[in-house]
C-alpha cells in the first residue's frame, strides 16, 4: 500500500445530519486504524465538504495522485455515475491531479458480518425460533444491485435457526417492508428483528423503520453499518487494491 497517496473516502450525502456525522465517525476508525495515512471525507451532494472541493484542495496542497473510495455497498447508479462524472468534472479543471477509483465496499463478507454484529447488539441472536428477521436496504432499479441482499437473507435463512429470513427494500424495487413482515409472520414469526443493509442513518433507513416498527409485532431496530471496525478495514482494503492496480498499470484513470 503506498501511503504517500491520500485516501478520498467519499459518501452520497444527507440533509439528515447524523448520516454526515456517521461518515466522519467512520472514516476516525479507519485513521486510527492506518495512522500514516492521509485520509479526507467527502460528499457528493447534500453535505460539505463537496468531492471537488477535496480534490481542489489536495491538488494545490501538491499532490498529484489521489485514491477516491466509495462509501457505498452495492454497484448501483451512483457508483455507476455519480462518482465517475463528479471525479470527471473536476480533474477536467485539474489536469495534473490522477484520481483512481476504487471499488465500492459490497459485496464483501466484513460487510455480513458487521450487519451481524448489530443485529446481535439490538438483541436478535441465533437460534431464536419465534423471531423474524427483515434484512432491509435501499433499493435500486439497478436488478443487481438488490440481489445482494436477497442472497444475503437466503445465506441467513440457512442455520441460524431463526423463523425467517426476508430481504425489504425502502425504494425502487420490492419487496417492501410490509411484504416481508406478512411472508414472516405467515412462517410463524412472533417477533421481528430489522437488520440494517445501510451504511449511515438517514430518510430510507428510518423510512423502513416506521414501516416495521408499524407491523404489529414487537420489533427491535439494528444500527446502520456505521464505524463498524471491519467496514473501516474493508475502506482501506479497497484503497489497497487501488494502489496495486496503480502498480500494476492496469488501474482506470478518469481525465
Not at 55 to 63: A, I, P, S
Not at 64 to 83: F, I, N, S
Not at 94 to 121: K, N, T, Y
Request: glycine share 10%; net charge positive.
Amino acid at each position: 500500500m503506498n501511503s504517500r497517496i491520500p485516501l478520498v473516502a467519499l459518501a452520497h450525502g444527507s440533509r439528515d445530519p447524523r448520516s454526515a456525522a456517521t461518515v466522519h465517525e467512520l472514516v476516525t476508525v479507519v485513521r486510527a486504524l492506518r495512522p500514516g495515512l492521509d485520509v479526507r471525507v467527502a460528499f457528493l451532494d447534500l453535505s460539505a465538504p463537496r468531492l471537488g472541493d477535496v480534490l481542489t484542495g489536495l491538488h494545490n496542497e501538491g499532490h498529484r495522485e489521489v485514491v477516491v473510495a466509495p462509501l457505498l455497498l452495492g454497484r448501483a447508479y451512483h457508483a455507476k455515475v455519480d462518482v465517475p462524472g463528479a471525479v470527471a468534472e473536476t480533474v477536467t479543471r485539474l489536469p495534473r491531479l490522477s484520481v483512481r477509483i476504487a471499488d465500492v465496499l459490497g459485496p464483501d463478507p466484513r460487510l455480513e458480518s458487521a450487519a451481524l454484529r448489530r443485529l446481535a447488539a439490538a438483541g436478535a441472536l441465533p437460534g431464536d425460533g419465534k423471531l423474524g428477521v427483515v434484512l432491509a436496504g435501499a433499493g435500486s432499479s439497478h436488478a443487481p444491485a438488490n440481489a445482494a441482499v436477497h442472497q444475503l437473507a437466503r445465506r441467513w435463512s440457512f442455520g441460524a435457526g431463526w423463523a425467517g429470513v426476508e430481504p425489504a427494500f425502502a425504494a425502487s424495487t420490492q419487496p417492501d417492508v410490509p411484504t416481508a413482515l406478512a411472508r414472516l409472520k405467515a412462517r410463524g414469526a412472533q417477533r421481528i428483528a430489522l437488520a440494517s443493509w445501510f451504511l449511515a442513518p438517514g430518510l430510507l433507513p428510518d423510512r423502513v423503520a416506521a414501516a416495521a416498527l408499524a407491523g404489529g409485532l414487537d420489533t427491535v431496530v439494528a444500527q446502520p453499518l456505521g464505524d463498524d471496525p471491519e467496514v473501516a478495514e474493508l475502506v482501506l482494503h479497497r484503497y489497497a487494491e487501488a494502489c496495486a492496480a496503480e502498480r500494476r498499470n492496469i488501474t482506470t484513470l478518469v481525465g
